[in-house]
Every structure is written in structure tokens, then in C-alpha cells.
């Protein structure tokens, strides 16, 4: 049967999450500086193997995935290349701090099908705006069923052309520190700009999550993959000194960097 989900009050809600992003944040801080993830040494897994049966009992007993999303999930994954997707535990990390924040507006670099702007969409109140950022018009048409289905995808801005581009026209617009969340996962050469467009078009107090800082670029040519890898590494030395972001480092999927702004 079942097991009712416990139901708080909004500010028992806000002070148990504040609590446990509390707690991450110190977590991930000290991880983070002490023994920064991506510097060579010998690897150590912080989570459970994602076939271990403890890390699946962990997420059946945690999750609490809308039916849509879900579905979503599942079909990503039979695409080429849809295991690069984000995890199920980082798209409800994600929601949960777009709720606890309020968030009406949110940015999601790189869309694939969908899924983390589908995830994004349900955690914004009815007159919420994902923009979303994709170059092949292909993946996002698989989603847009199960964003319909969802009844989200109105709330769901698809832009069709480089992340870039987009970030700059919204800058032009004026919409500079009006977004709530951001969350980067596109091409990696290029995501020290975009996280210094992001840190602009957020607003005081508002999240930058930059998913897979971890990433080794497996599906790449070697050229390709140590590029690309060293774009990242130049990344999270650039945020652990930035005195413009408070950041978490979570060992969730492939590297997940929170760098929340001052």
C-alpha cells in the first residue's frame, strides 16, 4: 500500500529545506575545496553504483516523479546519446530548490527532449517561464507530447539556435537579474560564457546549477573530449574563486556544481 507523503505547513516546508540545503551546501563546500573532484587522484565513488539495490531502494523510497516526466525519462533513454541526460535525483534536486526559492523563471541550457525543462516547468507556478535552449529541432519534438501531456507546455519558451545567441538577446531585452534558476548542460567549450551570461540574467539569490563537472567525454574524439574537459576544469577553478556565487560540489550523476548568487 501506498505510504501517505507527509504534508508541512510552507514555512516548516521552507525551514526543513533550508535546513538540508544548508547542510549540502557545507557539505559540498568543504568536499569541494579540500579535495576539488576533477584534480588528479585516485577516483572514489561518494554514491552507490546506480545498479547497486541500495542506491534503487534510496530512489524508490525518495522520488516522487510526475507521471509525464517519468515517461519522458524512459524515452530519452532509448535515444543515442539519451543516457547524457540529467539524473532523476538532480531534475527533483533541481525542482525542489526552484520551489523553495519561488521561482517564476528559469533557463535551461541544452533542452535534448525536454526533460530538465519539463522538470523545471512543474516546479513553476501557472504563469512560470522555462526558456530553453536547443540546436537540433529533432529531440525537443519527442518531448513536446509529454510537455502537452503534462499540460506544461505552455509555460515551456523553446529557442532553436545557439545557447549563446539567445542569452544575449535576452540581456538586450532588459531581462537582465530576473531569473530565478539556471541550469547549464550544453556544449562544454563554451560554459565558462555561459556561465557568466547566466550569473547576469540571475537575480540576487537566484541558483546556477552546471551539470556533469565531472564529465570525461567519453562519446568524443580524444582532441575533442581533452578540450572539452579542460574547459571544465578551467570552469570550476574559475567558480571556487568567484566572490560573486556561494557554491555546493554534489556528487550526483556525473558532477553536479550549485553556485548560488550573492
Not at 93 to 107: G, S, V
Request: aromatic share 6%.
Amino acid at each position: 500500500m501506498t505510504q501517505p507523503v507527509p504534508r508541512f505547513s510552507v514555512p516548516t516546508a521552507l525551514a526543513l529545506g533550508s535546513a538540508a540545503l544548508g547542510a549540502a551546501f557545507a557539505t559540498g563546500l568543504f568536499l569541494g575545496r579540500r579535495h576539488p573532484p576533477w584534480r588528479s587522484r585516485p577516483e572514489k565513488r561518494l554514491l552507490p553504483p546506480e545498479d547497486s539495490p541500495l542506491w534503487q531502494y534510496l530512489l524508490s523510497r525518495s522520488m516522487r516523479e510526475h507521471p509525464a516526466l517519468r515517461n519522458l525519462r524512459l524515452l530519452t533513454l532509448e535515444q543515442p546519446q539519451g543516457d547524457s541526460m540529467m539524473t532523476c535525483e538532480q531534475a527533483q534536486l533541481l525542482a525542489n530548490l526552484a520551489r523553495l526559492i519561488k521561482a517564476k523563471k528559469a533557463l535551461d541550457l541544452g533542452t535534448f527532449t525536454g526533460y530538465s525543462a519539463l522538470a523545471l516547468a512543474l516546479a513553476l507556478p501557472p504563469a512560470g517561464r522555462v526558456v530553453t535552449c536547443e540546436v537540433d529541432a529533432g529531440p525537443p519534438e519527442l518531448g513536446r507530447p509529454l510537455w502537452r501531456q503534462a499540460e506544461e507546455e505552455h509555460k515551456i519558451d523553446l529557442r532553436l539556435k545557439p545557447a549563446l545567441e539567445t542569452l544575449e538577446e535576452l540581456l538586450a531585452a532588459g531581462e537582465a537579474s530576473t531569473f530565478d534558476i539556471a541550469v547549464v548542460d550544453a556544449d562544454k567549450e563554451n560554459c565558462a560564457a555561459y556561465y557568466e551570461r547566466c550569473l547576469q540574467l540571475l537575480r540576487p539569490g537566484g541558483v546556477l546549477a552546471i551539470l556533469r563537472v565531472l564529465w570525461r567525454g567519453e562519446v568524443l574524439r580524444p582532441q575533442q573530449r581533452d578540450t572539452a574537459a579542460q574547459c571544465v576544469r578551467n570552469l570550476n577553478e574559475r567558480i571556487l574563486r568567484d566572490a560573486r556565487v556561494h557554491i555546493s560540489l554534489l556528487p550526483l550523476g556525473d558532477g553536479l556544481t550549485l553556485a548560488f548568487k550573492i
